[in-house]
């Protein structure tokens, strides 16, 4: 499985006249920590490309790339390589070697947040994605589940910061 799933369960507890709940949220940890090394590198190197598909990089894209550099757990040398080939990426076809089944899917999921990071995927964003998913063998519609998938988490995320911002005094 690509995700390695924790339960979940609801614990009541009595304490003298009432209660108190306790709740373990499940957490859905990334695999890509426990990936061979190259593969987190031909990940990561398939992210850099994608931060300069439309030719420019925003400071959510690099934000974006920056946090999957530090997740992938690689050296401070692999990781200025990286950041260099920012500037001059690699061709496509050079960044899908390398990659396994599951850093394909990963590498394409976070694809998608990073091309969706600026507020939306443009067309050669777009045509990128599907060649990917083209190339890893998914299903058709691959790249439109994990789009619609990408908006829900980042609306998601936008009622977080509402939240947030409604417990002010």
């Known amino acids: 499985a690509l995700l390695h799933q924790m339960s979940i369960c609801l614990v009541l507890e009595a ?7 306790t709740r373990v949220v499940r957490m859905l940890p990334d695999t890509l920590q426990n990936l061979p090394r190259d593969e987190r590198y031909a990940y990561a190197r398939l992210l850099a490309y994608m931060a300069r598909v439309d030719e420019e990089i925003t400071v959510d894209e690099l934000a974006m790339f920056e946090q999957q550099l530090g997740k992938a757990l690689l050296s401070p040398n692999q990781r200025e390589v990286l950041r260099r080939s920012l500037k001059s990426p690699p061709s496509l076809e050079e960044c899908l070697d390398g990659l396994g089944p599951e850093a394909g899917r990963l590498a394409l999921r976070d694809a998608v947040l990073m091309a969706a990071s ?6 050669d964003e777009l045509e990128v994605l599907k060649e ?28 977080g910061y509402d939240l947030l911002n409604s417990l002010q005094g």
């Open 15 to 21: 304490r003298g006249s009432s209660w108190r709940s």
């Open 118 to 123: 600026d507020g939306s995927v443009d067309d």
């Open 132 to 159: 990917i998913a083209e190339h890893l063998g998914l299903v058709p519609d691959a790249v439109q589940q994990l789009i619609e998938w990408t908006k829900t988490g980042y609306a998601w995320m936008q009622d």
